[in-house]
T-cell receptor, first 112, second 109 residues
Framework: DSGVTQTPKHLITATGQRVTLRCSPR?????VYWYQQSLDQGLQFLIQ???????AKGNILERFSAQQFPDLHSELNLSSLELGDSALYFCASSAEGGRELFFGEGSRLTVL | DAKTTQPPSMDCAEGRAANLPCNHSTISGNEYVYWYRQIHSQGPQYIIHGLKNNETNEMASLIITEDRKSSTLILPHATLRDTAVYYC??????????FGAGTRLTVKP
């Protein structure tokens, strides 16, 4: 158990819909990272937050947005969903000055 | 961050050492080398990281060449549970961690 909690674990929705994925980092971790992994694909970095502020942005679509709240949990919002958005979405967290990323178990999104 | 090159796949016999290579010829002086692995569709798991010196922990050893242009992750006694995709990543400071395609290691009985 990494200490990073992601909800929901599984989500099935239809094209055009909007979903929110939630991540609770390890206690005290200030950095949160979001990744997307499509079937048989590598991990694509989406975005990183540090203590509520966006720190780095990767291959995140304009239809996707994220934020980190004062209690340090983070949400990834996916809108106007397309079939190609079906993927595993991972959240990871790291401590201040910590080099190791701790990953959650992922949220599996299926868009039908 | 410097890019890395890894073989797409490798096999290893159970009980033998698994040596996974990684090239990072454009690494800069203050970039760290990290190794993670992903078993099936689980969240990636941290293995080890290093800057210049060789490192060892309970999971693996990391050997970094003197010129730092390549490294090798060593799993001393591979088991079937070590079958996974292994990612070598070069990272500057506390920047975002970007994964490549990795090496799919298959441990065979």
């Amino acid at each position: 158990d990494s200490g990073v909690t992601q909800t929901p674990k599984h989500l099935i929705t239809a094209t055009g819909q909007r979903v929110t994925l939630r991540c609770s980092p390890r206690s005290g971790d200030l950095s949160v990272y979001w990744y997307q992994q499509s079937l048989d694909q590598g991990l694509q970095f989406l975005i990183q937050y540090y203590n509520g502020e966006e720190r780095a942005k990767g291959n995140i679509l304009e239809r996707f947005s994220a934020q980190q709240f004062p209690d340090l949990h983070s949400e990834l919002n996916l809108s106007s969903l397309e079939l190609g958005d079906s993927a595993l979405y991972f959240c990871a967290s790291s401590a201040e000055g910590g080099r190791e990323l701790f990953f959650g178990e992922g949220s599996r999104l299926t868009v039908l | 961050d410097a890019k890395t090159t890894q073989p797409p796949s490798m096999d290893c016999a159970e009980g033998r050492a698994a040596n996974l290579p990684c090239n990072h010829s454009t690494i800069s002086g203050n970039e760290y080398v990290y190794w993670y692995r992903q078993i099936h569709s689980q969240g990636p798991q941290y293995i080890i990281h290093g800057l210049k010196n060789n490192e060892t922990n309970e999971m693996a050893s990391l050997i970094i060449t003197e010129d730092r242009k390549s490294s090798t992750l060593i799993l001393p006694h591979a088991t079937l549970r070590d079958t996974a995709v292994y990612y070598c990543i070069v990272r500057l400071g506390y920047n975002d961690m970007r994964f490549g395609a990795g090496t799919r290691l298959t441990v065979k009985p």
